[in-house]
């Protein structure tokens, strides 16, 4: 009961933004906010920080403060508000790492090494053909030359072009039928 008498008279000048008793208060309850604190969150690194949240809440709302309660109390509900928000917002941070990172990263890893998997494929089929269609299919669909200027480059017709275009084309997809039957 003296306790609560001093308390009522220590809250008298806050109230009224008088610095010096909110900082005897201060001294009187950090010792207690922290050690609740670290007892719900179990991470004393994160201590100090609601420790100064409950105190800066309490200065903010101090004319909230309508005596039905100890002052201990009414910190004790702030700080239990704050670690409720302080877990909850941790909890968001988490789930919101894990749903990015586990879902689309595990489906990107998977299309990843699928599509390596099929270029180490391709590219090997590639390097089976004659020089002749590698060249063709190297210049037109790995580099993305025109016909045009494929048959520039390598000095040949139009005919000649599409002709070795077409048997690079069957020849790649018999090795690669004979690789996706394995």
Not at 2 to 7: F, N, Q, S, V
Not at 10 to 26: A, D, Q
Not at 41 to 58: M, R, S
């Amino acid at each position: 009961m003296a306790e609560r008498i001093r308390d009522e008279i220590l809250i008298e000048p806050i109230s009224r933004n008088y610095e010096v008793t909110f900082e005897e208060l201060v001294e009187r309850y950090s010792g207690d906010i922290a050690l609740l604190a670290n007892r719900l969150l179990g991470w004393p690194g994160e201590v100090e920080d609601i420790t100064q949240d409950v105190f800066l809440a309490a200065f903010v709302g101090m004319n909230k403060f309508r005596n039905d309660c100890d002052i201990k109390t009414w910190l004790f509900t702030i700080t239990i508000n704050k670690c409720r928000t302080f877990r909850y917002k941790q909890s968001l941070f988490k789930r919101k790492l894990f749903e990015r990172d586990k879902p689309d990263s595990a489906a990107a890893a998977d299309k990843k090494m699928t599509d390596n998997e099929k270029f180490v494929k391709v590219r090997n089929a590639v390097k089976t053909l004659p020089s002749k269609y590698r060249e063709v299919v190297v210049l037109r669909y790995l580099e993305e030359l025109e016909n045009q200027e494929v048959s520039k480059i390598l000095g040949i017709s139009s005919n000649t072009l599409h002709v070795r275009l077409n048997r690079a084309r069957e020849r790649l997809k018999n090795v690669l039928q004979e690789i996706e039957e394995f």
